[in-house]
């Protein structure tokens, strides 16, 4: 976990774990980007999303490629033989590197905080149940759609109250230190649709 991540005045950064132990990456040094992206992947939904935009900027490759990737972030209208069914996010993941590419699991960022200094969450109810890390060649294509319940209304109320224009968005990382995000996605739009969620 971690406890504290900022912009110093020399304008590095400057991360803290839970056991208070402390790093400093140069910004301009793509190599200490590029290891702090790897080491510590599973702990990005923590960090605030200047930093994480701040290290995404710094391309930590040496060698210009031609790279990337699409990630982007819908709503779907789930329907039966009997009508709606509920209602899902759906996250899709193209590969856009000439080369093949271990994605990890995508989660989700509001643009402010919703309790404290927590913006980011995951959601475990899923359809396809991909397993990530996932290998994707140059231009595949994964779709996972998150189920959308009734319980998790309050926490997108709560959002929306602090600030009536609140997005979300998905923040995906690679296994060789890559972060990509999505689009952004309206709250108050989510929540026109939340009466079909089941």
């Not at 402390?22 to 040094?29: C, D, F, G, P």
């Amino acid at each position: 976990m971690i406890n504290r991540a900022e912009i110093d005045g020399n304008g590095n950064i400057l991360i803290q774990d839970a056991d208070n132990s402390e790093i400093t990456i140069n910004v301009n040094n793509p190599e200490e980007i590029r290891k702090f992206l790897i080491d510590f992947q599973n702990k990005l939904s923590s960090i605030p999303m200047e930093i994480i935009e701040l290290m995404a900027s710094k391309n930590p490759n040496n060698v210009e490629l031609e790279k990337g990737a699409n990630i982007y972030l819908g709503l779907n209208l789930r329907f039966s033989g009997v009508g709606i069914e509920g209602i899902s996010f759906s996250v899709s993941i193209t590969n856009l590197t000439k080369e093949n590419r271990f994605f990890n699991s995508p989660f989700f960022k509001f643009s402010i905080p919703f309790e404290g200094s927590i913006d980011s969450f995951v959601l475990l109810d899923k359809t396809y149940n991909i397993p990530f890390p996932k290998k994707l060649e140059y231009g595949e294509v994964v779709t996972e759609d998150y189920l959308l319940r009734p319980r998790s209304k309050e926490i997108f109320d709560k959002v929306i109250g602090i600030n009536p224009e609140a997005t979300i968005k998905i923040i995906v990382s690679t296994t060789v230190g890559e972060v990509y995000h999505s689009n952004e996605y309206r709250i108050d739009k989510l929540l026109e649709n939340y009466k079909y969620s089941r």
